[in-house]
């Protein structure tokens, strides 16, 4: 991050009606690109997981809901939701997205991952999309997460991944591999380090270990992260591929770059190497299940 600088000061003006509301609310309307066509694509198989798993009486929170376009498909779809998110502009165009639907099957609450304003066990499933790397207190935000589930009750973040964007380019891949090879050559011997601050979060007896979550984020450590603060993982999938360019240079125009990169999806999927899509995909998928073990 920038200097001391929490991520709501990085980022928060993005969320807001001067800054990019608008851009976000617009994405999902006709996808231009590969990345708002990943972005409804995210969209779609979120609410699938829904429609797989769950009957339209159960209780659903769109927690950092945005601009609503997963609580619209939801409510399209006959689902009843509750949408959270930290931006009254945000929150004001979910409710403009949604005045189409019956008052009564929706509502709308300001509040942040960290301090949910709801009570213990209210909710049987918690959809988190691209939310996270936009967090300081990541534990702090999953325990609280974790309060307001039901007991066994699930858990959906989807954040993106860096591997697709560092080896869509495998000229600059090669180069980067390169460079840190080089370096490590290079490097001298570190000085002993000072011992790093610990964050006043992780003060907190019997509470874990507090970890980063970025914008791209390996799934790996993520994974692990999130299990020591009392869930389960049940499913792990990606998907996306690309833009696929050379030495910066695109290989494809936006409708093919869409085309490959829904075609790359659909085969390693086919052939049952769900592993590719989970490593290298754009976008992850995680499902976990709150476990009895705080």
């Keep these: 991050m920038e200097g001391d600088k929490s991520k709501l000061e990085i980022y928060g003006d993005m969320f807001t009606a001067s800054k990019n509301a608008n851009a976000w609310n617009d994405l999902y309307t006709a996808p231009a690109n590969l990345f708002s066509h990943n972005m409804s694509v995210r969209r779609d198989r979120v609410c699938q997981f829904v429609f797989d798993n769950y009957k339209t009486d159960a209780r659903i929170l769109d927690l950092g809901c945005g601009a609503g376009v997963v609580t619209?498909?939801?409510?399209?779809?006959?689902?009843?939701?509750?949408?959270?998110?930290?931006?009254?502009?945000?929150?004001?165009?979910?409710?403009?997205?949604?005045?189409?639907?019956p008052s009564e099957r929706y509502s709308f609450h300001q509040?942040?991952?960290?301090?949910?304003?709801?009570?213990?066990?209210?909710?049987?499933?918690?959809?988190?999309?691209?939310?996270?790397?936009?967090?300081?207190?990541?534990?702090?935000?999953?325990?609280?997460?974790?309060?307001?589930?039901?007991?066994?009750?699930?858990?959906?973040?989807?954040?993106?991944?860096?591997?697709?964007?560092?080896?869509?380019?495998?000229?600059?891949?090669?180069?980067?591999?390169?460079?840190?090879?080089?370096?490590?050559?290079?490097?001298?011997?570190?000085?002993?380090?000072?011992?790093?601050?610990?964050?006043?979060?992780?003060?907190?007896?019997?509470?874990?270990?507090?970890?980063?979550?970025?914008?791209l984020q390996n799934p790996f450590p993520f994974i692990k992260g999130v299990t020591r603060c009392g869930y389960q993982l049940e499913e792990f999938t990606g998907f996306g591929f690309g833009p696929f360019r050379i030495a910066g240079k695109s290989l494809f125009n936006n409708p093919w770059q869409i085309k490959v990169s829904d075609f790359l999806n659909k085969a390693f999927d086919n052939v049952g190497l769900k592993v590719v899509t989970r490593t290298l995909g754009d976008v992850s998928i995680y499902t976990f299940r709150k476990t009895d073990n705080a």
């Design 72 to 101: 619209e498909k939801l409510l399209e779809n006959g689902y009843s939701v509750t949408g959270t998110d930290r931006s009254l502009d945000m929150l004001e165009l979910s409710r403009k997205r949604m005045s189409r639907f």
């Design 111 to 215: 509040g942040s991952c960290e301090s949910l304003p709801f009570p213990d066990a209210q909710f049987d499933v918690i959809l988190c999309v691209g939310v996270f790397g936009y967090i300081d207190d990541v534990v702090g935000a999953l325990l609280e997460i974790r309060r307001a589930l039901k007991p066994g009750g699930m858990l959906l973040i989807s954040i993106r991944n860096p591997f697709n964007t560092n080896y869509g380019d495998p000229v600059k891949a090669v180069g980067r591999a390169g460079k840190n090879l080089l370096s490590a050559f290079r490097a001298k011997p570190a000085a002993p380090a000072a011992p790093a601050a610990t964050p006043a979060v992780a003060d907190v007896a019997g509470r874990p270990p507090q970890f980063r979550v970025d914008i």
